[in-house]
């Protein structure tokens, strides 16, 4: 195989029959076994970039919802503060909610409420699959 590699093609032609076969047929087995090494290798290469690409676009989302999140916790303590009050009070608390935060605001909540859940339960598996 060391021969093979070592030697330019035209001077195979002095070698015996046999001898020229079997320089040949080990370099085609070496160069099998690199060729097959290094698809291994490109695979892994490509494999692992879809996972940081997946990862660095999952850490975006995140970094773009926190103003979301930030806008839903204090909907949703002003929330749990009418409810506090409707029982401290004793008064109605769909009321009270209604009153304090506005149920409209809390229907249309429910949909970031939920990409967000979504966001946060995602697999970088799945999300790296997708690519």
């Known amino acids: 195989m060391r021969e093979g590699s070592a030697v330019p093609a035209f001077l ?3 070698y015996s029959l046999n001898r020229r076969r079997a320089t040949l047929v080990a370099s085609v ?3 099998e ?5 290094a698809a291994i290798q490109t695979f892994d290469k490509l494999v692992g970039g879809l996972f940081t690409r997946a990862r660095r676009s ?5 970094q773009d919802s926190i103003r979301s999140v930030g806008e839903l916790m204090r909907l949703f303590g002003a929330t749990i ?3 506090g009050e409707a029982i401290e009070h004793g008064g109605n608390p769909l009321e009270l909610i209604d009153e ?3 149920w409209h605001r809390l229907v249309r909540a429910k949909a970031q409420v939920d990409a967000l859940a979504d966001l946060s339960g995602e697999d970088a598996l799945v999300a790296a699959t997708g690519r």
């Open 12 to 14: 195979l032609f002095d």
């Open 29 to 31: 087995i070496d160069l």
């Open 33 to 37: 076994a690199r060729l097959a090494d």
């Open 58 to 62: 999952r850490e975006r989302r995140y």
């Open 81 to 83: 503060a009418a409810l």
């Open 100 to 102: 304090a935060v506005g």
